[in-house]
T-cell receptor, first 111, second 115 residues
């Protein structure tokens, strides 16, 4: 079992839809959770960062962490064509600061 | 958010030559920097972790004599690909973090093509 599982998609939605992206993980020691957005041929951009369980909202983006289920989600409301990108979940237990990444989900938002 | 730059954004070199890639944190002190490699449509592969003033720690399977990493200051790390070969062609991305942070901020990446 991989440490972090993420459905690679691709996921295609119409503009304005609510998008749900998810990752599951196996290491219960993970405490810090991140979502990155990566456009083609660019470096990843940090979207959301959460510590432990709970929700965090930033504009159209909401990150949820359920440590009991080892499950994290990113919701995008009112999706826009500019949201079309690959979304990577990442997490760490701290210490060395090395991040463990999911494989990424490719999202396309159609106008 | 914190800003990390990378230079050059793209480089083409001949087989057997060396190439240096720079990674700079522009508005924070990067106590730790990471170097990743990314193949097309694949996730990030960590190559090495470097702490300022210390030798880099390489991941298993990464040749430390081929991929030289220097992190001599709190704002600059360099990756030198020595005696590059076509199989070294890839997208190289650095990231940086600082004390008390667990998140990493990434540079825009460098596309290396070895002919």
């Amino acid at each position: 079992q991989k440490e972090v599982e993420q459905d690679p998609g691709p996921l295609s939605v119409p503009e304005g839809a609510i998008v749900s992206l998810n990752c599951t993980y196996s290491n219960s020691a993970f405490q810090y959770f991140m979502w990155y957005r990566q456009y083609s041929r660019k470096g990843p951009e940090l979207l959301m960062y959460t510590y432990s369980s709970g929700n965090k909202e930033d504009g159209r983006f909401t990150a949820q962490v359920d440590k009991s289920s080892k499950y994290i989600s990113l919701f995008i409301r009112d999706s826009q064509p500019s949201d079309s990108a690959t979304y990577l979940c990442a997490m760490t237990q701290g210490g060395s600061k090395k991040l463990v990444f999911g494989k990424g989900t490719k999202l396309t938002v159609n106008p | 958010g914190a800003v990390v730059s990378q230079h050059p954004s793209r480089v083409i070199c001949k087989s057997g030559t060396s190439v240096k890639i720079e990674c700079r944190s522009l508005d924070f002190q990067a106590t730790t920097m990471f170097w990743y490699r990314q193949f097309p449509k694949k996730s990030l592969m960590l190559m090495a972790t470097s702490n300022e003033g210390s030798k880099a720690t390489y991941e298993q399977g990464v040749e430390k004599d081929k991929f030289l990493i220097n992190h001599a200051s709190l704002t600059l790390s360099t990756l030198t690909v020595t005696s590059a070969h076509p199989e070294d062609s890839s997208f190289y991305i650095c990231s940086a973090s600082t004390s008390g942070w667990y998140e990493q901020y990434f540079g825009p990446g460098t596309r290396l093509t070895v002919t």
